[in-house]
Protein backbone atom coordinates (compact mmCIF):
# COMPACT_ATOMS: atom_id res chain seq x y z
CA UNK A 1 0.00 0.00 0.00
CA UNK A 2 1.12 3.55 -0.91
CA UNK A 3 0.40 6.50 1.19
CA UNK A 4 1.29 9.96 -0.90
CA UNK A 5 1.63 12.93 1.65
CA UNK A 6 0.73 16.51 0.38
CA UNK A 7 3.91 17.68 1.54
CA UNK A 8 7.25 16.62 2.70
CA UNK A 9 6.75 15.23 6.38
CA UNK A 10 8.96 16.92 8.98
CA UNK A 11 11.18 14.71 11.15
CA UNK A 12 9.00 14.60 14.37
CA UNK A 13 5.59 13.50 12.13
CA UNK A 14 7.47 11.10 10.38
CA UNK A 15 8.73 9.35 13.90
CA UNK A 16 5.49 9.68 15.57
CA UNK A 17 3.48 8.00 13.05
CA UNK A 18 6.58 5.40 12.81
CA UNK A 19 6.68 4.84 15.89
CA UNK A 20 2.39 4.12 16.55
CA UNK A 21 2.67 1.73 13.32
CA UNK A 22 6.08 -0.28 14.55
CA UNK A 23 3.97 -0.80 18.08
CA UNK A 24 1.20 -2.24 16.29
CA UNK A 25 2.95 -4.05 14.25
CA UNK A 26 3.18 -2.67 11.18
CA UNK A 27 6.36 -1.79 8.89
CA UNK A 28 6.75 1.58 7.53
CA UNK A 29 8.96 2.38 4.59
CA UNK A 30 9.84 5.98 4.03
CA UNK A 31 10.85 7.73 0.65
CA UNK A 32 11.37 11.73 0.41
CA UNK A 33 11.24 13.56 -2.71
CA UNK A 34 9.54 16.51 -3.45
CA UNK A 35 6.73 14.76 -0.92
CA UNK A 36 7.07 11.93 1.57
CA UNK A 37 5.56 8.59 0.47
CA UNK A 38 4.83 5.44 2.96
CA UNK A 39 5.25 2.07 1.95
CA UNK A 40 3.60 -0.54 4.02
CA UNK A 41 2.03 -3.46 3.56
CA UNK A 42 -1.05 -4.58 2.10
CA UNK A 43 -4.69 -3.83 3.92
CA UNK A 44 -3.05 -0.99 6.14
CA UNK A 45 -5.59 1.04 7.82
CA UNK A 46 -4.64 4.68 6.78
CA UNK A 47 -7.17 6.34 8.69
CA UNK A 48 -6.40 4.74 11.88
CA UNK A 49 -2.97 6.10 12.21
CA UNK A 50 -2.58 9.02 9.98
CA UNK A 51 -4.85 12.28 9.70
CA UNK A 52 -6.43 12.60 6.69
CA UNK A 53 -5.49 15.96 6.29
CA UNK A 54 -2.02 14.93 5.52
CA UNK A 55 -2.65 12.56 2.81
CA UNK A 56 -2.81 13.55 -0.64
CA UNK A 57 -4.15 10.52 -1.83
CA UNK A 58 -4.00 6.36 -0.87
CA UNK A 59 -3.37 3.57 -3.15
CA UNK A 60 -3.98 -0.30 -2.58
CA UNK A 61 -1.94 -2.65 -4.43
CA UNK A 62 -1.88 -6.34 -3.90
CA UNK A 63 1.68 -6.75 -5.66
CA UNK A 64 5.21 -6.80 -4.16
CA UNK A 65 5.93 -3.34 -6.81
CA UNK A 66 3.78 -0.27 -5.74
CA UNK A 67 6.43 2.22 -7.00
CA UNK A 68 6.55 1.11 -10.96
CA UNK A 69 2.96 0.01 -10.69
CA UNK A 70 0.79 2.50 -13.55
CA UNK A 71 -1.74 2.86 -10.22
CA UNK A 72 1.10 5.10 -9.01
CA UNK A 73 1.76 6.60 -11.92
CA UNK A 74 -0.77 6.68 -14.49
CA UNK A 75 0.55 9.21 -16.68
CA UNK A 76 3.57 7.53 -17.40
CA UNK A 77 7.43 8.80 -16.67
CA UNK A 78 9.47 10.70 -18.81
CA UNK A 79 13.21 11.04 -18.30
CA UNK A 80 15.13 14.10 -18.87
CA UNK A 81 18.84 13.76 -19.60
CA UNK A 82 19.82 17.19 -20.82
CA UNK A 83 17.64 18.64 -23.47
CA UNK A 84 16.49 14.57 -24.80
CA UNK A 85 13.33 13.06 -22.89
CA UNK A 86 13.02 9.55 -22.93
CA UNK A 87 9.54 8.20 -22.93
CA UNK A 88 7.78 11.40 -24.34
CA UNK A 89 6.26 11.43 -27.78
CA UNK A 90 9.93 10.96 -29.87
CA UNK A 91 12.12 7.78 -30.63
CA UNK A 92 15.19 8.10 -28.24
CA UNK A 93 18.22 6.56 -30.35
CA UNK A 94 20.93 5.12 -27.79
CA UNK A 95 24.08 3.90 -29.94
CA UNK A 96 27.78 3.43 -29.18
CA UNK A 97 30.45 0.65 -28.56
CA UNK A 98 29.98 -2.38 -26.60
CA UNK A 99 33.45 -1.06 -24.97
CA UNK A 100 35.40 1.72 -25.38
CA UNK A 101 38.80 1.20 -26.18
CA UNK A 102 40.59 3.83 -27.37
CA UNK A 103 39.68 7.63 -28.49
CA UNK A 104 40.06 7.08 -31.72
CA UNK A 105 37.73 4.11 -31.92
CA UNK A 106 35.30 6.09 -29.30
CA UNK A 107 35.47 9.37 -30.94
CA UNK A 108 35.25 7.50 -34.46
CA UNK A 109 31.98 6.11 -33.42
CA UNK A 110 30.40 9.13 -31.67
CA UNK A 111 31.15 11.02 -34.54
CA UNK A 112 28.95 8.23 -36.69
CA UNK A 113 25.90 8.36 -34.05
CA UNK A 114 26.01 12.01 -34.26
CA UNK A 115 25.76 12.42 -38.32
CA UNK A 116 23.00 9.52 -38.33
CA UNK A 117 21.41 11.16 -35.73
CA UNK A 118 21.33 9.15 -32.39
CA UNK A 119 20.32 11.20 -29.67
CA UNK A 120 22.95 9.31 -26.50
CA UNK A 121 26.37 7.92 -26.71
CA UNK A 122 26.80 4.42 -24.81
CA UNK A 123 30.04 2.65 -24.28
CA UNK A 124 31.45 0.60 -21.41
CA UNK A 125 34.18 1.12 -19.09
CA UNK A 126 33.62 -1.59 -17.11
CA UNK A 127 32.63 -4.34 -18.38
CA UNK A 128 31.50 -7.50 -16.51
CA UNK A 129 32.86 -10.45 -19.35
CA UNK A 130 31.80 -14.26 -19.29
CA UNK A 131 35.46 -15.21 -19.38
CA UNK A 132 37.66 -13.72 -16.83
CA UNK A 133 40.67 -13.54 -19.28
CA UNK A 134 38.55 -11.22 -21.92
CA UNK A 135 38.80 -7.46 -22.04
CA UNK A 136 37.33 -6.07 -18.84
CA UNK A 137 37.26 -2.22 -20.10
CA UNK A 138 39.44 0.86 -19.59
CA UNK A 139 37.98 1.65 -15.94
CA UNK A 140 38.20 5.51 -14.76
CA UNK A 141 40.21 6.36 -18.23
CA UNK A 142 37.26 4.88 -20.08
CA UNK A 143 35.02 7.10 -18.45
CA UNK A 144 37.14 10.03 -19.34
CA UNK A 145 37.45 9.26 -22.82
CA UNK A 146 33.19 9.24 -22.33
CA UNK A 147 33.34 12.95 -20.99
CA UNK A 148 35.49 14.15 -23.73
CA UNK A 149 33.11 12.48 -26.54
CA UNK A 150 30.17 13.84 -24.81
CA UNK A 151 32.07 17.54 -25.17
CA UNK A 152 33.08 17.07 -28.17
CA UNK A 153 29.93 15.91 -29.96
CA UNK A 154 27.78 17.44 -27.59
CA UNK A 155 26.04 14.02 -26.73
CA UNK A 156 24.72 12.46 -23.30
CA UNK A 157 26.80 9.94 -22.00
CA UNK A 158 25.33 5.85 -20.77
CA UNK A 159 27.84 3.52 -19.22
CA UNK A 160 27.98 1.01 -16.99
CA UNK A 161 28.52 1.03 -13.05
CA UNK A 162 28.70 -3.26 -11.49
CA UNK A 163 29.19 -2.66 -8.30
CA UNK A 164 28.65 0.03 -5.51
CA UNK A 165 32.20 0.53 -5.63
CA UNK A 166 32.57 1.95 -8.75
CA UNK A 167 29.18 3.16 -8.85
CA UNK A 168 30.41 6.88 -7.16
CA UNK A 169 32.96 7.48 -10.13
CA UNK A 170 30.76 6.38 -12.88
CA UNK A 171 28.00 8.56 -11.56
CA UNK A 172 30.64 11.16 -11.79
CA UNK A 173 31.28 10.73 -15.75
CA UNK A 174 28.16 9.34 -16.83
CA UNK A 175 24.61 11.38 -17.53
CA UNK A 176 22.92 7.91 -17.02
CA UNK A 177 24.06 5.10 -14.92
CA UNK A 178 23.53 1.66 -17.07
CA UNK A 179 22.55 -1.76 -14.83
CA UNK A 180 23.56 -4.42 -17.12
CA UNK A 181 21.54 -7.79 -17.02
CA UNK A 182 24.09 -9.30 -14.56
CA UNK A 183 23.60 -7.32 -12.54
CA UNK A 184 20.06 -6.37 -12.26
CA UNK A 185 19.81 -8.36 -9.37
CA UNK A 186 22.98 -6.77 -7.75
CA UNK A 187 20.42 -5.39 -4.97
CA UNK A 188 23.36 -3.79 -3.19
CA UNK A 189 23.94 -1.87 -6.66
CA UNK A 190 20.76 -0.95 -7.44
CA UNK A 191 19.71 0.30 -3.93
CA UNK A 192 23.05 2.65 -4.37
CA UNK A 193 22.24 4.44 -7.69
CA UNK A 194 18.93 4.59 -5.96
CA UNK A 195 20.67 6.68 -3.82
CA UNK A 196 22.92 8.65 -6.38
CA UNK A 197 20.44 10.17 -7.64
CA UNK A 198 21.10 9.79 -11.60
CA UNK A 199 19.05 8.43 -14.09
CA UNK A 200 19.44 4.78 -15.00
CA UNK A 201 18.94 2.42 -17.48
CA UNK A 202 18.16 -0.98 -15.93
CA UNK A 203 18.65 -3.93 -18.56
CA UNK A 204 16.58 -6.85 -18.04
CA UNK A 205 18.46 -9.87 -16.55
CA UNK A 206 19.37 -13.20 -18.88
CA UNK A 207 16.54 -15.44 -17.15
CA UNK A 208 14.86 -12.98 -15.83
CA UNK A 209 10.76 -12.38 -15.51
CA UNK A 210 8.99 -9.54 -16.37
CA UNK A 211 7.93 -9.45 -12.48
CA UNK A 212 11.57 -9.77 -11.70
CA UNK A 213 12.83 -6.97 -13.96
CA UNK A 214 10.04 -4.89 -12.29
CA UNK A 215 11.14 -5.65 -8.82
CA UNK A 216 14.29 -4.49 -9.32
CA UNK A 217 13.24 -1.56 -10.89
CA UNK A 218 11.33 -1.00 -7.48
CA UNK A 219 14.66 -1.10 -5.34
CA UNK A 220 15.58 1.90 -7.32
CA UNK A 221 12.54 4.04 -6.74
CA UNK A 222 12.62 2.83 -2.97
CA UNK A 223 15.28 4.70 -2.75
CA UNK A 224 14.07 7.61 -4.05
CA UNK A 225 15.20 7.59 -7.72
CA UNK A 226 12.14 7.64 -9.46
CA UNK A 227 14.20 8.45 -12.76
CA UNK A 228 14.23 4.76 -14.51
CA UNK A 229 14.02 3.32 -18.15
CA UNK A 230 13.63 -0.12 -18.92
CA UNK A 231 15.99 -2.19 -21.11
CA UNK A 232 14.21 -5.44 -22.58
CA UNK A 233 16.91 -7.14 -24.49
CA UNK A 234 15.48 -11.02 -24.01
CA UNK A 235 16.56 -13.88 -22.20
CA UNK A 236 18.60 -16.82 -22.27
CA UNK A 237 16.57 -19.99 -23.18
CA UNK A 238 17.38 -23.59 -24.53
CA UNK A 239 16.66 -22.20 -27.88
CA UNK A 240 20.54 -21.81 -29.74
CA UNK A 241 19.95 -20.25 -32.98
CA UNK A 242 19.63 -16.29 -31.44
CA UNK A 243 21.54 -15.07 -28.42
CA UNK A 244 18.33 -14.15 -26.18
CA UNK A 245 14.49 -14.80 -26.84
CA UNK A 246 12.27 -11.58 -26.77
CA UNK A 247 9.66 -12.49 -24.31
CA UNK A 248 6.38 -10.13 -24.09
CA UNK A 249 3.21 -10.73 -21.78
CA UNK A 250 -0.13 -10.30 -23.58
CA UNK A 251 -1.04 -7.84 -20.65
CA UNK A 252 -0.14 -4.42 -19.81
CA UNK A 253 1.51 -3.14 -16.28
Partial sequence: MIVQFRNKLEKVQKEDIET???QNGWKPFYIDT?????ITEHNFPVSQYIDSSLTERVLEMDTPYQLVNRVFRPEGTIVRVGSVEIGASSLVVIAGPCAVESESQLFRVAEIVKRAGGHMLRGGAYKPRTSPYSFQGL????LKLLARAREKFDLPVVTEATSPENADT???YADVIQIGARNMQNFELLKKVGRLG???LLKRGMSATIEDLLNAAEYILSWGNFDVILCERGIRTIERLTRNTLTLPPYRY
Fill in 170 to 172: VAQ
Fill in 139 to 142: GEEG
Fill in 20 to 22: RLI
Fill in 34 to 38: EKTIL
Fill in 198 to 200: KPV
